[in-house]
């Protein structure tokens, strides 16, 4: 131990920047992991005054940015072409053949990804924030160590490594290693021809939506009948409906037991129920885990819950008084919003001079099926348990653009509604642009509007939306 972490060591409860021996601290705040969550609280901190430092040993930007919400989204641009091609011909265009080429699609999304890596370091070094791009530890309560050994203090430490995707273990599942999560997706060298999911959650579903619009034959496993556990589930037998529909087909009430490579490079995918699907590709969408693993959390105190995610409090306060956490780490609610608010939250309360608590109450979300599913606050069967009376109105409707291009799917929205109060508790819908226009309706459904609220609204005429102030 160096004399400055020996200084430091003793200096639990330091004050105004300064360790108990009176040394300065190298930083204010010190972040580990530049996703959503770190990159926020670190800009607002430098803002407000704070010295700060990061450490990232990936990119700038994070699950968000690099491998998850932001590439997602731009793929199934690419992949929402396939149905507008599909249905062109009847809205008059003649268009020569069709034929769709991945690495084309890939690469120009890994050229956004990277502008917007670009984009976020230097907004932080606009911010005089000193960037480390190295794997960080912690190794005491105001001590940073990065991966080439050197050591770093701190007046406070803000983790926000978030979490990472779960992968069964060669143990449990022989020839597990075969498979690949979606951090793997987005580099494809080829597109699949034949893909196998394990799980029935977001990742699964926008996969499956994707895969399927691009030309690959999709199959998804799901340990039980459920999928999209927390959605209305009206909404989601109508997606996966809509997804069979298209082919997709769902192997429901099994598990994976063996994955074997063939003589031909395919992958042979045993099933608990007996079967065996041929595949090129294996995705595992199982869920995400924080990604506490070598943290050094034990050299601070740092607590964590039995599924390895940091226990916090308001403003992301953990066990340790100088240490804090935001975002998937916590495993609150994995959602970049979310972290985005803790991060803002934790260095306004912490470096400026506003304490605004972050307020978990109807959270919108979406996921990003074909068609799309969005939804806020609770579900017919939640608000059941809490209210005893509830209304639900629906609109179960086929969207205009479907009835020229021929297309049968339907969209569905349903509110759920307070029989006493008359307040909306609820929205959900499935539909295209189903999460643009939900995020506006949220508004009203997190300000407490009733439902004569929407009722006494004029309506937008054509549009889906204006379903939402016609509902009877
Ligand atoms: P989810 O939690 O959404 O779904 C996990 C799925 O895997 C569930 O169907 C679950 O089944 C199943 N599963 C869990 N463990 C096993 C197992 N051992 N064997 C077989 N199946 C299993 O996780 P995802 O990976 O899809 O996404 C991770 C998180 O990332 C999400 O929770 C979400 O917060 C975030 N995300 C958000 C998106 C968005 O906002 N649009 C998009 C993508 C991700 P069961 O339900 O029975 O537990």
């Known amino acids: 131990m160096t004399a ?76 929402s072409f396939a149905e507008d091609l599909a249905g062109a011909e009847s809205l008059g265009w003649h268009l020569p053949a069709r034929q769709f080429d991945w690495q084309i699609l890939r690469d120009n999304v890994q050229a956004e990804v990277s502008r917007l890596n670009g984009l976020y370091e230097a907004t932080l070094r606009k911010h005089n924030v000193s960037i480390h791009l190295e794997r960080a530890r912690l190794a005491g309560p105001h001590i940073v160590q990065l991966a080439n050994g050197r050591t770093m203090t701190a007046r406070r430490i803000l983790l926000a490594v978030g979490a990472w995707p779960i992968m069964p273990t060669v143990d449990a599942l022989p020839g597990a290693d075969l498979g690949i999560t979606s951090n793997e997706v987005f580099g494809l ?85 007996g079967e065996a699907v041929r595949c090129d590709r294996l995705v595992y969408a199982m869920g995400r885990q924080p990604y506490t693993g070598g943290l050094g959390l034990e050299t601070a105190g740092v607590a964590t819950d039995a599924a390895g995610a940091i226990i916090v409090g308001e403003y992301g306060a953990t066990t340790c008084k100088s240490i804090f956490a935001v975002g998937d780490v916590t495993n609150r609610v994995q959602l970049t919003p979310v972290a985005i608010r803790e991060g803002q939250a ?113 309506a937008l005429h054509p549009s889906m939306a204006e379903e939402l102030v016609l509902l009877r």
Do not use: W
Not at 195 to 212: H, K, R, S
Not at 398 to 417: D, H, I, Q, S
């Open 4 to 79: 400055g972490e020996a200084g430091v060591e003793k200096s639990l409860g330091a004050q105004d920047g300064l360790t108990k021996d009176g040394e300065r601290f190298d930083y204010d705040l010190f972040v580990i992991g530049a996703g959503s969550g770190g990159v926020r609280a670190a800009r607002v901190a430098a803002a407000h005054g704070a010295r700060v430092g990061l450490a990232e040993e990936h990119r700038v930007g994070g699950t968000c940015v690099i491998r998850g919400c932001v590439p997602k989204k731009l793929l199934l641009y690419g992949a």
């Open 189 to 273: 060298a080829e597109l699949p021809r034949r893909v196998v999911i394990l799980g029935g959650g977001y990742i699964a579903q926008e996969f499956a939506g994707l895969f399927n619009a691009l030309g690959s034959s999709v199959s998804v496993v799901v340990r039980s009948e459920t999928m999209l556990r927390g959605y209305d589930q009206e909404l989601v037998d109508r997606l996966v409906q809509a997804s069979a529909d298209k082919g997709i087909s769902f192997r429901t009430g099994t598990d994976l037991r063996s994955v074997e490579r063939q003589p031909d490079g395919s992958l042979l995918i045993g099933l608990s129920k």
């Open 346 to 458: 934790f260095a306004d309360a912490f470096f400026g001079d506003h304490k605004a608590p972050v307020d978990y109450e109807a959270i919108p979300s979406a996921c990003f099926s074909q068609p799309p599913l969005a939804s806020v606050g609770l579900t017919e069967a939640a608000a059941r348990l809490i209210h005893p009376v509830i209304k639900i109105f629906r609109s179960d409707f086929r969207p205009m653009k479907n009835t020229l291009t021929g297309r049968t799917e339907r969209a569905l929205y349903k509110m759920v509604v307070d029989g006493t109060s008359d307040r909306v508790l609820g929205l959900h819908m499935i539909g295209p642009d189903a999460p643009e226009i939900l995020q506006a309706a949220a508004i009203a459904v997190k300000a407490g509007l009733t439902k004569r609220d929407f009722d006494a609204t004029m």
